[in-house]
């Protein structure tokens, strides 16, 4: 028995360079944290299907949803070691990386809609961040949204001093944890896999995140009270393995490339119409309520959060809140 591990291994230290590709299908491990019925979820599994048919099966992705394989900290870290290949973190979730720019993104209010959002990550902010992945051996290959946040608590959430004192579940960035300062309340950094327990038994008390994954983490059930503030945006970067990636035959790849563009498309076609039909499924359930800022109660929270922005040029640095300000046409102190 020992033999045969032992030859089994000499076996696989000396396949020639390339010889694996022959020998069997390329296998491509892309995990995420989400459930497979989510915007996210559901564009991994239409890049499965695209890369597997575009490649005649010498692609094979296995796709291991909610954080099966890695939790949010671990699976950076798994893609740089190689033991996965695809992932999709929010890009709240950059800093332990050493990079903080991403985090520009989860200012408060910055995004207007999807379009201004999806127009700003395709043109020079977008790529100005990708870039900033290679020294980390880390190639971005599209930006997935998963549309706005709501957050929630056993109370109604309608104006800043709502906040006070509320334990708030965040999912990394400073950018958030500042602004629920702001607000008068004590965010805390918790995997997402950790959430639902930790509402339920009351380690946080408040979150924030999209219908989507409300619903699917059943974060409703366990929050009595949603504000539909929709007060920041959520978005993923696509990343790979940068020497997993190019070290694949030229033709694979290509395919490969073909498969996320298409695949980046029908996640970002599907995430608006996913989150609406999660927040509807949410009201139908009736096991919480949902509130909806007047214009007077958003303007107090905008005006409540507006020293994050200030607060961020020391954070994120000047470099990427300028790429962004132009890009969306605003001014930021
Ligand atoms: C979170 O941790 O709340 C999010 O990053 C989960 C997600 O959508 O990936």
């Given at each position: 028995?020992?033999?045969?591990?032992?030859?089994?291994?000499?076996?696989?230290v000396?396949?020639?360079?390339?010889?694996?590709?022959?020998?069997?299908?390329?296998?491509?491990?892309?995990?995420?944290?989400?459930?497979?019925?989510?915007?996210?979820?559901?564009?991994?599994?239409?890049?499965?299907?695209?890369?597997?048919?575009?490649?005649?099966?010498?692609?094979?992705?296995?796709?291991y949803?909610?954080?099966?394989?890695?939790?949010?900290?671990?699976e950076?870290?798994?893609?740089?070691?190689?033991?996965?290949?695809?992932?999709?973190?929010?890009?709240?979730?950059?800093?332990?990386?050493?990079?903080?720019?991403?985090?520009?993104?989860?200012?408060?209010?910055?995004?207007?809609?999807?379009e201004t959002?999806?127009?700003?990550?395709?043109?020079?902010?977008?790529?100005?961040?990708?870039?900033?992945?290679?020294a980390?051996?880390?190639?971005?290959?599209?930006?997935?949204?998963?549309?706005?946040?709501?957050?929630?608590?056993?109370?109604?959430l309608?104006?800043p001093?709502?906040?006070?004192?509320?334990?708030?579940?965040?999912?990394?960035?400073?950018?958030?944890?500042?602004?629920?300062?702001?607000?008068?309340?004590?965010?805390?950094?918790?995997?997402?896999?950790?959430?639902?327990?930790?509402?339920?038994?009351?380690?946080?008390?408040?979150?924030?995140?999209?219908?989507?994954?409300?619903?699917?983490?059943?974060?409703?059930?366990?929050?009595?009270?949603?504000?539909?503030?929709?007060?920041?945006?959520?978005?993923?970067?696509?990343?790979?393995?940068?020497?997993?990636?190019?070290?694949?035959?030229?033709?694979?790849?290509?395919?490969?490339?073909k498969?996320?563009?298409?695949?980046?498309?029908?996640?970002?076609?599907?995430?608006?119409?996913?989150?609406?039909?999660?927040?509807?499924?949410?009201?139908?359930?009736?096991?919480?309520?949902?509130?909806y800022?007047?214009d007077?109660?958003?303007?107090?929270?905008?005006?409540?959060?507006?020293?994050?922005?200030?607060?961020?040029?020391?954070?994120?640095?000047?470099?990427?809140?300028?790429?962004?300000?132009?890009?969306?046409?605003?001014?930021?102190?």
């Amino acid at each position: 028995m020992r033999k045969l591990i032992l030859a089994g291994i000499a076996a696989a230290v000396f396949v020639a360079p390339g010889a694996a590709f022959a020998q069997g299908p390329i296998i491509v491990k892309f995990s995420h944290v989400v459930a497979n019925d989510t915007p996210k979820g559901k564009g991994a599994l239409k890049f499965k299907e695209l890369a597997e048919k575009y490649t005649d099966g010498k692609v094979k992705v296995e796709v291991y949803p909610n954080s099966q394989l890695f939790k949010d900290k671990e699976e950076i870290e798994a893609l740089q070691l190689g033991s996965v290949q695809i992932l999709a973190p929010s890009t709240a979730k950059f800093a332990p990386l050493g990079i903080k720019e991403f985090e520009a993104l989860d200012l408060p209010w910055l995004f207007k809609d999807e379009e201004t959002y999806d127009k700003a990550m395709k043109g020079p902010v977008g790529k100005w961040l990708f870039q900033k992945l290679e020294a980390k051996g880390i190639s971005g290959l599209g930006y997935w949204t998963n549309g706005f946040h709501m957050t929630s608590a056993n109370r109604p959430l309608l104006i800043p001093a709502d906040f006070q004192g509320l334990k708030v579940r965040i999912s990394g960035s400073k950018i958030a944890d500042r602004y629920f300062r702001d607000i008068g309340s004590i965010p805390q950094i918790m995997a997402f896999s950790e959430v639902y327990q930790a509402l339920q038994t009351g380690v946080v008390d408040a979150c924030e995140n999209t219908p989507s994954n409300y619903l699917t983490q059943k974060f409703y059930e366990v929050q009595k009270d949603i504000t539909v503030s929709y007060h920041a945006h959520l978005q993923y970067a696509v990343i790979v393995n940068s020497k997993f990636w190019n070290g694949l035959p030229p033709d694979i790849r290509t395919q490969l490339d073909k498969a996320m563009a298409e695949a980046t498309d029908f996640t970002n076609s599907i995430a608006v119409k996913e989150n609406e039909d999660a927040l509807a499924d949410i009201k139908k359930s009736g096991k919480t309520t949902l509130h909806y800022l007047t214009d007077d109660q958003r303007k107090a929270w905008q005006a409540a959060m507006q020293p994050t922005y200030k607060w961020a040029r020391g954070r994120v640095g000047g470099e990427v809140l300028d790429l962004v300000a132009k890009e969306l046409h605003i001014e930021m102190n």
